[in-house]
């Protein structure tokens, strides 16, 4: 396979990135997909099932001696990031069972964090909230003076034109300090298989926004979330070092 940057007409789309999967994905997206995760250079890396990533492993790599076992279907970037986002069904239903109870576990104490947080620092009493990539802070202001002050990370963002939750983590307009927190996230869900925490992208509502916030306060240890308007939905970020100045 190739990775480079060729691009393609597609006929939903219109001109894009070409990006490559197995014939298996392109039939099924519903399975489970091997690939890099998307990088700044790479957003969409090519992906195999199963069924193709045995004969992948016998060599290591895809080289002449097994590249004629794999057939590849192309797609545009969108097609592509709606194939993958479907492969979130692919959960066992004990992973599945797992995934519910642990999301419920982290939406109560994210609710007890931000409730002691709200009251501790009486935060509603401020009419303006700003945040800054570059200092990665959040800051709560009345009349232009600062009152609380808060360390940042960002957990993803749901948006409400397309209805889907994007991670930080895969998120390359935002700068990497904002960005790489979400990491730790990610590779917690590759370790327990909760898909959710790994899938860039997938089809949401904006409770999923808070559950995901929730999920992200709990592993990175924050003291509670905040989530902000944007053009297109919404933003949510876990809050660290909350303290009054
Ligand atoms: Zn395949
Ligand atoms: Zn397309």
């Known amino acids: 396979m190739t990775t480079d940057s060729e691009t393609l007409h597609c006929p939903t789309h219109g001109e894009s990135q070409a990006t490559y999967i197995c014939e298996h994905l392109a039939d099924n997206a519903a ?6 995760y998307p990088s700044q250079d790479n ?8 069924r193709c ?3 992948f492993l016998k060599q290591g790599a895809w080289n002449e001696a097994n590249q004629g076992r794999i057939n590849i279907k192309l797609f545009c970037l969108s097609c592509y ?4 986002g479907e492969s979130i069904s692919y959960m066992d239903a004990a992973s599945g069972k797992q995934w519910e109870a642990f999301v419920s576990g982290c939406c109560e104490e994210l609710t007890k964090k931000n409730e002691h947080l709200w009251q501790r620092l009486s935060l509603t009493s401020y009419k303006r909230w700003d945040w800054s990539q570059d200092t990665a ?3 709560f202001s009345n009349d232009d003076v600062p009152g609380v002050i808060a360390r940042i990370a960002f957990v993803g963002s749901f948006s409400t034109k397309s209805e889907t939750w994007l991670w930080a983590w895969a998120n390359f307009n935002l700068v990497e300090a904002i960005r790489e927190p979400a990491i730790a996230v990610r590779d917690y869900g590759e370790q327990k298989d909760f898909l ?12 999923d926004g808070w559950h995901m916030a929730a999920v992200a306060a709990r592993i990175l240890g924050a003291e509670g979330a905040y989530r902000t308007p944007s053009d297109y939905g919404f933003t949510f970020m876990v809050l660290h070092d909350v303290r009054t100045v």
């Open 43 to 50: 957003p969409s890396p090519d992906a195999w099932c199963d």
């Open 31 to 36: 399975q489970r997909w091997h690939c890099d």
């Open 81 to 84: 990031e709606r194939r993958k």
């Open 137 to 139: 802070e959040l800051v």
């Open 53 to 55: 990533n045995a004969e």
């Open 196 to 207: 959710p925490l790994t899938i860039p992208k997938w089809s949401a509502t904006q409770e």
